[in-house]
C-alpha cells in the first residue's frame, strides 16, 4: 500500500460526457501528480501540483483540467471525452516541490469511454 | 523538452542470469533519474534511483549506472528471478526537476 488513494478504481461512460478523478496523497506529501497511461502513449505526465498551485504542466490536452484543494487532495477533470481517452490515469505524490524526490503511485484509475 | 529513449522493448533472460536495461536521454540539465517496475494491472513501484552527482547506486540485486557525458543510464538485474517479471520504466526529471519524462518500458520475462 503506497498511502496514496485513488477513486474510483473503473469508470465507463461515453463520448462527450464529463468525468472528476480523485486522489488524496500520502499524509505528509504536499505534490501531487496525475499521469496517463495508455497502451500507444505509454505513461504520460499531465501536471503538477504543490501545495494547492500548479507548479508544472506536461502533455495535458486543454479538455483537461485539475486542482488541489486546502486539504491537499487533488481532481482531475476530463471532458467532453472521446474514444481515445480511454487509459489508466495514475496520480502519485511527493513530499517537495521538486521531483526529485520518490514519488508514490496510487493504484490508478481505469477509464473506459464506450 | 526531454527525450527519454528505452531500449530493449522487450527482454527474456533464464532464471538466475543479468538483465541490462538502457536508457538515454536528451536534456543535460536532467539530474535525476528513477526507475519504475510495473506488474500487470498495477500501480508503477519506485525500484531506484540516482542522481547526477552519482555514477552508481545498489541495492542488493539491483544496480543503476549513470553516464552523464553520454547522457545514459542502465538498470542491472542479477541473479533475475521469476517475479521480477514485470515491465520496467526508466525517467528523466526536468525543468527544474517537475517535469518527468518516461521511457516506452521494458518488459522484462524470466524464464524458470
Known amino acids: 500500500d503506497s498511502g496514496v488513494t485513488q477513486t474510483p478504481k473503473h469508470l465507463i461512460t461515453a463520448t462527450g460526457q464529463r468525468v472528476t478523478l480523485r486522489c488524496s496523497p500520502r499524509s505528509g506529501d504536499l505534490s501531487v501528480y496525475w499521469y496517463q497511461q495508455s497502451l500507444d502513449q505509454g505513461l504520460q505526465f499531465l501536471i503538477q501540483y504543490y501545495n494547492g498551485e500548479e507548479r508544472a504542466k506536461g502533455n495535458i490536452l486543454e479538455r483537461f483540467s485539475a486542482q488541489q484543494f486546502p486539504d491537499l487532495h487533488s481532481e482531475l477533470n476530463l471532458s467532453s471525452l472521446e474514444l481515445g481517452d480511454s487509459a489508466l490515469y495514475f496520480c502519485?505524490?511527493?513530499?517537495?516541490?521538486?521531483?526529485?524526490?520518490?514519488?508514490?503511485f496510487g493504484d490508478g484509475t481505469r477509464l473506459s469511454i464506450l | 523538452g526531454e527525450n527519454v529513449e528505452q531500449h530493449p522493448s522487450t527482454l527474456s533472460v533464464q532464471e538466475g542470469d543479468s538483465a541490462v536495461i538502457k536508457c538515454t536521454y536528451s536534456?543535460?540539465?536532467?539530474?535525476?533519474f528513477p526507475w519504475y517496475k510495473q506488474e500487470l494491472g498495477k500501480r508503477p513501484q519506485l525500484i531506484i534511483d540516482?542522481?547526477?552527482?552519482?555514477g552508481e547506486k545498489k541495492d542488493q540485486r539491483i544496480a543503476v549506472t549513470l553516464n552523464k557525458t553520454a547522457k545514459h543510464f542502465s538498470l542491472h538485474i542479477t541473479e533475475t528471478q521469476p517475479e521480477d517479471s514485470a515491465v520496467y520504466f526508466c525517467a528523466a526529471l526536468w525543468g527544474g526537476y517537475q517535469k518527468v519524462t518516461f521511457g516506452t518500458g521494458t518488459k522484462l520475462q524470466v524464464i524458470p
Open positions: 540516482i542522481r547526477s552527482n552519482v
Open positions: 536534456d543535460s540539465a536532467s539530474n535525476y
Open positions: 502519485a505524490s511527493s513530499v517537495s516541490l521538486d521531483g526529485n524526490q520518490p514519488q508514490h
